[in-house]
């Protein structure tokens, strides 16, 4: 169960980050200021992800950057494409991009810190697959043009919070190397 929760979780966090990366075509703004800014904006949550990881844990900081973008997602969804709602629907996409790529930035330590080392790199293998996977139909969505992308990934960003409470938290917990070591730490 905790690998298929890893592999949508996964799935969901690269869907979005990658179709958010394409949607700044759909913005009609400059398309090279919107990728600059998308970059510049992901700069710092890395390192903010890395900090607030010891503070908070992995559990909780996965639910709050999905549902981050999600929230920001759905507000660039609610917006209109001229005028003032245009700049701020750049930067709910950029909050939105920004908030997935510190999901994104935690899923590979979470997710190894999931299974016990028989099966580690085989789970990371599994789940890196299905990342990719997202990341090849987000164009389909991107493609649909208008308030839907942003809605969809919305959603996606959503769900994905609501999947993480599935997980159990890692943060300061043995990293096991057998199953029956995993079952008798925790489920």
């Known amino acids: 169960m905790r ?14 980050y990658q179709g958010l990366s394409l949607n700044v075509v759909n913005l009609k703004n400059n398309l090279y200021l919107n990728v600059l800014l998308n970059a510049v904006g992901e700069m710092p949550t890395f390192v903010i992800t890395a900090v607030l990881l010891g503070k ?13 973008s999600g929230f920001f997602c759905l507000m660039g969804s ?27 930035n935690l899923l590979y330590i979470y997710t190894t810190e999931l299974f016990p080392t028989v099966v580690r790199n085989t789970a990371l293998g599994f789940t890196t697959q299905t990342a990719q ?10 493609v649909l043009g208008g308030w839907l992308p942003f809605a969809v990934f919305a959603a ?17 917990q043995p990293l096991y190397d057998t199953f029956s070591g995993l079952e008798s730490g925790f489920a």
């Open 3 to 16: 690998l298929l929760i890893t592999m949508m979780l996964n799935f969901l966090c690269d869907f979005v």
């Open 56 to 68: 908070f844990g992995r559990k909780p900081l996965t639910v709050a950057t999905m549902w981050f």
């Open 78 to 104: 609610l917006m209109k494409n001229f005028g003032v709602w245009k700049i701020l629907r750049m930067v709910c996409g950029v909050l939105a991009v920004s908030g997935m790529a510190g999901t994104y």
């Open 133 to 142: 996977m997202g990341a090849m139909l987000a164009p389909f969505v991107v």
């Open 156 to 172: 996606c960003g959503i769900m994905g919070g609501v999947f993480a409470f599935l997980l159990p938290e890692t943060s300061n």
